[in-house]
């Protein structure tokens, strides 16, 4: 809201209330009329959205020029309420950023030439520790590719590329086939790190290879990339409490204070199990930090 507006429209009402004795309402006006409408539905049958081009600038430019004392101010709109290509341009051109929540936002705004600073990823179902690992790898997980966020860092003197897969879980297969045939790696070379609900929080296993063990994640990856001779590293994060508790809301719920600095002991190793990993070194990584459950201390 452009500051005064309010005071502006009510001092407007109380103005006309007086002279007229008529309620302190503002009149509203559509921008297209009713013959208008009628005449873009023979064409355009219903329902379809029709938007104010003009109204949607005068607002973007008012607001820009209403915050242009802060510099390095930047407003973020959020996509799902405008998933709009022509709408999402337009706002861009006044300097708006967008606020994606889901992989299909993110793509949206890639597609209309939305990067980095750009873009606010607020998604609800993206556990913070593996931005924080991203970080610690020092991994600008930015670009979309392969049904991903996806980026690229140096591990012991290796080029890696790491992949947050986008689509449903158990469909993670179509990220890690896909990247992986693009860069001709073979999946020898592909290390998955899952959770785990077999394992006990704080728990951490590591394996050259297996079976999927019922994991649906790595049951997709198995039967599409038809190999099943890639590591993994399993994060215990502990069996549902009851038998009738549904398992995507106990593996994607939060963690009590307590598994959850249980958990941050696992993901203190990570790193290092990656770094083994990258200089061929993933059997003195199996030995030194396969662990039943809790690291002691």
């Not at 921008?31 to 023979?42: M, N, Q, S």
């Not at 728990?203 to 019922?214: P, T």
């Not at 409490?241 to 939060?254: E, N, S, T």
Request: glycine content about 10%; overall charge neutral; aromatic content about 8%.
């Amino acid at each position: 809201m452009i500051p005064g507006t309010r005071r502006q429209r009510a001092g407007a009402g109380e103005a006309a209330g007086q002279a007229g004795g008529e309620q302190n309402k503002m009149e509203k006006k559509a921008f297209v009329t009713r013959e208008l409408v009628e005449e873009i539905a023979k064409t355009y049958p219903t329902p379809f959205h029709i938007y104010d081009e003009r109204g949607i600038r005068e607002n973007a430019r008012a607001l820009k020029e209403a915050f242009s004392w802060n510099r390095g101010y930047k407003e973020f709109f959020a996509v799902k309420a405008a998933p709009n290509p022509f709408l999402m341009t337009i706002l861009k051109e006044y300097g708006c950023g967008a606020d994606c929540s889901s992989y299909t936002e993110l793509m949206l705004s890639d597609a209309v030439g939305m990067r980095g600073e750009d873009i606010m990823f607020s998604s609800n179902e993206t556990p913070a520790e593996e931005f924080a690992l991203a970080a610690k790898l020092g991994v600008a997980v930015e670009k979309l590719r392969f049904k991903s966020l996806c980026g690229e860092a140096e591990i012991a003197g290796k080029r890696v590329l790491l992949l947050k897969p986008g689509t449903y879980m158990n469909l993670s297969g179509q990220a890690v086939q896909e990247a992986a045939a693009y860069h001709k790696v073979p999946m020898e070379r592909v290390l998955v790190l899952m959770d785990d609900v077999s394992l006990p929080v704080g728990a951490l296993r590591i394996r050259r290879r297996g079976s999927d063990g019922g994991h649906n994640g790595l049951k997709n990856i198995i039967y599409l990339t038809g190999r099943d001779d890639f590591p993994r590293v399993k994060i215990g994060v502990g069996a549902k409490p009851h038998p009738d508790y549904d398992l995507a809301d106990w593996v994607l719920g939060r963690f009590s204070p307590e598994d959850q600095k249980l958990l941050e002991g696992v993901f203190a190793d990570i790193p290092a199990i990656c770094e083994g990993f990258a200089q061929g070194k993933l059997e003195e990584a199996m030995g030194k930090y396969n662990r039943s459950g809790p690291a002691p201390g």
